[in-house]
């Protein structure tokens, strides 16, 4: 059973920076594409970031020059971190994962951003 595993959230002031990191429980390689995604408070979740086949990356034009998504395949990781942060960037962010030809989803981690 293929778990991921999303740390790193909490409480930040608006400007500051945030790293969330998730780990998957299955070795990964770069084939894997991973993402990740956001819901804030009675909106539809929404993507953030992505790592594709390659190390190609895309991101949302709301975090774009803001966030950053970075993969650590010897450590089944990808973390994203998060600068310049706003009361909007507010959210549950979750980690995806597409491993042989399925999609996991982590439980997701609150960030809240608020003077």
């Known amino acids: 059973q293929v778990q991921l595993v999303e740390s790193g959230g909490g409480l930040v002031q608006p400007g500051g920076s945030l790293t969330l990191s998730c780990a998957a429980s299955?070795?990964?390689?770069?084939?894997?594409?991973m993402g990740w995604y956001r819901q804030a408070p009675g909106k539809q979740q929404e993507f953030v970031a992505a790592?594709?086949?390659?190390?190609?990356?895309n991101y949302a034009d709301s975090v774009k020059g803001r966030f950053t998504i970075h993969r650590d395949n010897a450590k089944s990781t990808v973390d994203l971190q998060m600068n310049s942060l706003k009361p909007e960037d507010t959210a549950v962010y979750s980690c995806?994962?597409?491993?042989?030809?399925?999609?996991?989803w982590g439980k997701g981690i609150l960030v809240t951003v608020s003077a």
């Open positions: 790592i594709i086949s390659g190390g190609s990356t």
């Open positions: 299955v070795r990964i390689s770069s084939i894997n594409p």
């Open positions: 995806r994962l597409e491993y042989q030809g399925m999609d996991y």
